[in-house]
């Protein structure tokens, strides 16, 4: 019986791809496969994990014959998987040895269909290692619901970088089969939230626990950190027809917290089309972003605010990228 599938989407991961591998290969008492899906890498990740699949029996390497982006290779990952938990792990990221383990026996005691833990945020550039829930914040496992995954997704001063979104839940592979759940493939930002969001709307039942057993790799290059507005755009109407099914149910309490983080996603996209256009020298196009709505001159003028101080400190590495938190 195979408790857990770890599936690990790569592409160009030559760098990290043994490390991550390892940190699976090590998990304490779970009885596991491990399937990387190369998503078409023009560097040597597939030669490596082909390398490691043949010393171990666990590690089958699943090569895409095109290039399709996170969520093609997770979703390739899942219909290949044969374990009762699907546990996504990024090529860059890696397992503390007792997650799996720890985990499972949550969610069986439970009875969960999902169950995620704290994020250890490793720092690429300087090493330095923080949890995203602080220290404190969380004491005991607790049970999240869909008002409370929004309202965790909803930028504070106090905790910029806590973002639910984020998490990595093992989720039970039958409960995802039963509900038709997978990634949606037309987009490449905020894949994990729509997911989860799916998720949680089709009944999932959700633990999380406070310890942080997978560790974050925060990359000023990662696809997490790079943001269209066509990506914006997306999450953006996402988010308007949930809205609109909120207040179908009158749902209060869900209405004004997607309002919210409506209001954030509204305030990286105008933000995100003013620069960009002003960058490429478009001032006209620019001007429609500034003044696409009522509010969008506030949104973008909040934007800048928030951003200036990461421009300054990115400064030195060679430019900035929008976060949308």
């Given at each position: 019986?195979?408790?857990?599938?770890?599936?690990?989407?790569?592409?160009?991961?030559?760098?990290?791809?043994?490390?991550?591998?390892?940190?699976?290969?090590?998990?304490?008492?779970?009885?596991?496969?491990?399937?990387?899906?190369?998503?078409?890498?023009?560097?040597?990740?597939?030669?490596?994990?082909?390398?490691?699949?043949?010393g171990?029996?666990?590690?089958?390497?699943?090569?895409?014959?095109?290039?399709?982006?996170?969520?093609?290779?997770?979703?390739?990952?899942?219909?290949?998987?044969?374990?009762?938990?699907?546990?996504?792990?990024?090529?860059?990221?890696?397992?503390?040895?007792?997650?799996?383990a720890?985990?499972?026996?949550?969610?069986?005691?439970?009875?969960?269909?999902?169950?995620?833990?704290?994020?250890?945020?490793?720092?690429?550039?300087?090493?330095?290692?923080?949890?995203?829930l602080?220290?404190?914040?969380?004491?005991?496992?607790?049970?999240?619901?869909?008002?409370?995954?929004?309202?965790?997704?909803?930028?504070?001063?106090?905790?910029?970088?806590?973002?639910?979104?984020?998490?990595?839940?093992?989720?039970?592979?039958?409960?995802?089969?039963?509900?038709?759940?997978?990634?949606?493939?037309?987009?490449?930002?905020?894949?994990?939230?729509a997911?989860?969001?799916?998720?949680?709307?089709?009944?999932?039942?959700?633990?999380?626990?406070?310890?942080?057993?997978?560790?974050?790799?925060?990359?000023?290059?990662?696809?997490?950190?790079?943001?269209?507005?066509?990506?914006l755009?997306?999450?953006?109407?996402?988010?308007?027809?949930?809205l609109?099914?909120?207040?179908?149910n009158?749902?209060?309490?869900?209405?004004?917290?997607?309002?919210?983080?409506?209001?954030?996603?509204?305030?990286?996209?105008?933000?995100r089309?003013?620069?960009?256009?002003?960058?490429?020298?478009?001032?006209?196009?620019?001007l429609?972003?500034?003044?696409?709505?009522?509010?969008?001159?506030?949104?973008?003028?909040?934007?800048?605010?928030?951003?200036?101080p990461?421009?300054?400190?990115?400064?030195?590495?060679?430019?900035?990228?929008?976060?949308?938190?």
């Amino acid at each position: 019986m195979i408790q857990a599938s770890v599936i690990i989407p790569a592409y160009n991961a030559a760098q990290y791809i043994e490390a991550t591998i390892a940190s699976a290969m090590q998990q304490d008492q779970c009885d596991l496969e491990i399937i990387v899906v190369d998503d078409r890498s023009t560097d040597n990740t597939a030669a490596i994990v082909a390398e490691i699949s043949r010393g171990d029996s666990r590690v089958s390497l699943l090569a895409l014959p095109r290039n399709g982006g996170p969520s093609v290779a997770r979703n390739a990952g899942i219909a290949a998987a044969r374990g009762e938990w699907i546990a996504l792990l990024d090529a860059d990221d890696s397992f503390a040895p007792t997650r799996l383990a720890t985990l499972i026996a949550l969610g069986e005691t439970k009875q969960a269909d999902m169950v995620a833990d704290n994020l250890l945020l490793v720092d690429a550039v300087d090493g330095s290692r923080t949890p995203m829930l602080a220290p404190g914040s969380l004491t005991a496992p607790c049970m999240i619901d869909l008002p409370e995954f929004i309202a965790r997704n909803i930028s504070s001063p106090d905790a910029p970088r806590t973002n639910y979104g984020f998490l990595k839940p093992l989720m039970r592979r039958d409960f995802l089969m039963q509900h038709g759940l997978r990634y949606d493939e037309t987009v490449r930002f905020a894949e994990d939230f729509a997911l989860y969001v799916a998720c949680l709307r089709a009944g999932a039942r959700w633990w999380l626990h406070p310890d942080p057993l997978y560790r974050y790799l925060v990359r000023p290059d990662s696809l997490t950190q790079i943001q269209t507005t066509g990506d914006l755009d997306a999450l953006r109407r996402r988010q308007r027809a949930l809205l609109d099914e909120a207040r179908a149910n009158c749902d209060a309490r869900l209405v004004a917290l997607l309002r919210r983080h409506l209001r954030t996603v509204d305030r990286c996209y105008y933000y995100r089309g003013f620069t960009d256009e002003a960058k490429a020298r478009r001032p006209r196009a620019a001007l429609r972003y500034l003044f696409a709505s009522p509010n969008s001159v506030l949104l973008v003028t909040q934007e800048s605010a928030r951003q200036l101080p990461l421009i300054l400190r990115k400064a030195l590495r060679g430019g900035y990228k929008t976060v949308a938190r």
